[in-house]
């Protein structure tokens, strides 16, 4: 948590209010990227957001459901929806924690087009709505709507389900990378900067 606490603005840094980070794990980001992809047009998939405090939201699952696409627009079957808010909920689920929606502009930019703000607008009730729109280069914007105020939200993708390769990165990055600390002992003087391995004490 100490990482994504680092990604906001210092008190004094900060002229408003510091953005929402949404925190995108590693499978629900892949399955985003190849629906992306996949999709001859655009593309929209609902997904389940968490609150993790400190202005932190994570991404947890996203899912496809039947839907109508051209190159310009992207719309959800209602049955698809319905039946999907009741599945939802009759395996105890709750469907108000559905509130990302991810949608793809193809080989177009990423902005918001109006209809995309309308759509955000109206899910923007007593719960963070959040919305992600990414093109096939990959480009992400994303942007949170919560009572009637809507601002950027800064996108953060973390990888999951390799432990053996954070292992293997963590060990590197002690063996090669040498850290520039500050030295306060006596005899070297404040502000005094030397570089050390990370596995020297
Ligand atoms: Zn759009």
């Known amino acids: 948590m100490d990482f994504f606490k680092s990604l906001k603005l210092k008190e004094d840094e900060r002229e408003v209010e510091p953005a929402p980070i949404l925190r995108i794990n590693g499978k629900p980001y892949a399955k985003m990227y190849h629906y992306c992809q996949a999709a001859p047009g655009e593309v929209s998939v609902l997904g389940r957001i968490r609150s993790d405090g400190d202005n932190v939201y994570t991404v947890l699952d996203v899912e ?13 079957d209602e049955q698809a929806l319905t039946d999907f808010v ?26 918001w087009s109006g209809v995309d703000d309308d759509n955000c607008e109206r899910h923007s009730q007593k719960t963070p709505y959040f919305a992600l729109v990414m ?12 009572q009637g105020e809507t601002c950027c939200a800064k996108v953060v993708v973390v990888p999951t389900g390799a432990p053996s390769l954070m292992k293997e990165c963590y ?15 006596e005899d070297e003087g404040n502000g005094f900067y030397k570089a050390r391995r990370l596995n020297q004490e």
Not at 67 to 76: H, K
Not at 97 to 111: A, K, S
Request: hydrophobic share 35%; proline share 3%.
């Open 86 to 111: 009741f599945k939802i909920a009759k395996r105890g689920g709750n469907p108000s924690e559905y509130n990302f929606w991810f949608h793809t502009h193809g080989h177009g930019g990423v902005f």
């Open 135 to 146: 093109n096939k280069c990959g480009e992400m914007v994303a942007r949170r709507d919560f």
């Open 171 to 185: 060990s590197e990055v002690r063996k090669k990378v040498r850290a520039i600390i500050p030295a306060f002992k």
């Open 64 to 76: 496809l459901l039947e839907q109508e696409c051209s190159a310009a627009s992207t719309d959800m």
